[in-house]
């Protein structure tokens, strides 16, 4: 069974930064794609940005030169920093990693506002 453990949501003022964490645990041997997916409320699940396994990134046009996604293959850990933050960039935020099949985070909670 494989865990994943989301940390480093809150609430920032707009313009703020945050960076989540997510870590992979237990029968896990290697890993593909890892991702954040992100949730508003009354909208459906999004793709926010994937990285593959050599470092490949992808992003959602509206997050794109504010947040960066990396991640530390020797911890099976991925990561999304977020700079210059908006109020609509607030949701629920999933992490989803890609190893013989698909594992999903609990979600963090990331809320911008005033």
């Known amino acids: 069974q494989v865990q994943l453990a989301e940390t480093g949501g809150g609430l920032v003022q707009p313009g703020g930064s945050l960076r989540l964490s997510c870590a992979a645990s237990?029968?896990?041997?290697?890993?593909?794609?890892m991702g954040w997916y992100r949730q508003a409320p009354g909208k459906q699940r999004e793709l926010v940005a994937s990285i593959t396994e050599r470092g490949r990134t992808k992003y959602t046009d509206s997050v794109k030169g504010r947040f960066t996604i990396s991640r530390n293959n020797a911890i099976l850990t991925v990561y999304l920093q977020m700079n210059s933050l908006k109020p609509e960039d607030t949701g629920v935020y999933y992490c989803?990693?890609?190893?013989?099949?698909?594992?999903w985070g609990q979600g963090t909670q990331v809320t911008v506002s005033s």
């Open positions: 989803k990693v890609d190893s013989m099949g698909e594992y």
């Open positions: 237990g029968n896990i041997f290697s890993v593909n794609d």
